[in-house]
């Protein structure tokens, strides 16, 4: 049960940040979170989370090596994909949507397990 509490409290947090941001037309979190959203709809970005996610499910240090794997993913897609200069902005979203893909895989296992 302590695992699903984290998880879910971390939601709520990620919420109340979005939501204030709207609220307070603060343009940083707002601009952020829509990039956020837009690469997450990104199939390279999706399928290289999901295999990082279920491949190292059971590590020690699951985060840690997942956000290289995202860092590694970002790089690649600025790179090799899209061709643009790499710029620190745009490889955060890229990794903040990778590692937000790997949340909420986990978060729907943590949910539906026992």
């Avoid at 499910?57 to 600025?78: R, S, T």
Wanted: glycine share 6%.
């Amino acid at each position: 049960m302590r695992k699903k509490s984290t998880y879910l409290y971390f939601l709520a947090l990620i919420v109340i940040l979005i939501a204030a941001g709207y609220a307070l037309n603060i343009h940083l979190i707002k601009n952020a979170a829509i990039a956020i959203i837009k690469n997450m709809k990104d199939l390279w970005i999706c399928a290289s989370a999901a295999v990082c996610a279920f491949i190292f499910m059971g590590n020690k240090h699951y985060w840690l090596i997942n956000i290289g794997c995202g860092v590694i993913a970002a790089l690649i897609m600025e790179i090799a994909v899209r061709g643009h200069s790499l710029g620190l902005y745009s490889l955060s979203i890229i990794t903040l949507a990778f590692l937000g893909i790997v949340y909420l895989l986990n978060l729907v296992k943590v949910v539906f397990t026992k």
